[in-house]
């Protein structure tokens, strides 16, 4: 009778248990959830919402449908400003990585001044965007920029860098990867000094060169770090719009606009805050497959397990 009454109270004991667990696991994920729901996942369902109507501040607003997406596809400016968007990332994530893994394998070295070097590298991304870009305009100024000065020392005329079309994305591309590259080294940085030396040993015990090392076993093993940082900086590409605020103001004639920036334009200075929302959603959705080919197609590929 007692061992019939235990084996009895013994599944509910568990199932206690096992409630108590889930309660405290899910009591834990709460802060998390709420900041994510409120900061997060409400304000791009309200977006989403919004561009389905013609709103703008102060006036009624009203369902149109699709019409705001069509009238994206007609905007020669949106089309513009992503093919500017396109541009600038290919020019700045390969430059940035490149210019990381470099610079990580140069000061991941033994060698005097090593702390120096790492802290000089590092020092840009620790710096304010705002502050970055006025010390950049002091390099673009016509006339009198260090980079008119420097030219005008060895007889060249001066230039408006950031006035001529031609010209004005590849300086901006400049000051992003003299700004991103130094963080990226921290990733590779931690990436190399996980490598066992044991390998390296061996590689020269077989008579490698240092080249033949570099390209057959540590460029593989930082793959993963590699897609990493390749996602964060194609994401940070799109994500550019304090510096064009102080540096460039989308001109001249739209060379140097960005998406993000054209959406703080249209929303901010046009008041047309159904369009700003249409323009959200079209960049959230290309970050969505840029996250989702990491995630489903390329992690699968170059992780080593």
Known sequence: MVSAVMSAAEPRAVRRRAWLTNANAWLLLLPAVVLLATFTHYPILATLYHSFFSLSRGGASEFVGLENYTYMLEDDVFWQVLRNNIVFAIATV????????????????????????????????????????????????????????????LGFAGHNWLGDPSTVMSCLAAMVVWKEAGFFMIFY????????????????????????????????????????ISINALINSFKLVDQLVIMTKGGPNNASSLLLYYIYEVAFTFQD????????????????????????????????Q
């Open 94 to 153: 390969p430059t940035s990585i490149a210019l990381a893994l470099l610079m990580a394998v140069w000061v991941d070295k033994k060698m005097a001044g090593r702390s120096f070097l790492r802290l000089a590298f590092f020092t840009p991304t620790v710096l304010p965007m705002i502050a970055v870009a006025n010390i950049w305009l002091f390099f673009y100024t016509p006339n009198y920029g260090l980079l008119d000065q420097f030219l005008k020392s």
């Open 189 to 228: 940085l931690a990436a190399l000094q996980t490598i066992p030396p044991e390998l390296k040993e061996a590689a020269e015990v077989e008579g490698a060169s240092r080249w033949y090392f570099f390209r057959r076993v540590t460029l593989p093993l930082l793959m993963p770090t590699t897609l990493f």
């Open 273 to 304: 805050t159904a369009f700003a929302a249409t323009l959200t959603v079209t960049l959230i959705a290309i970050l969505a497959a840029v996250a989702l080919t990491k995630f489903v197609y390329l992690d699968r590929r170059i992780h080593y």
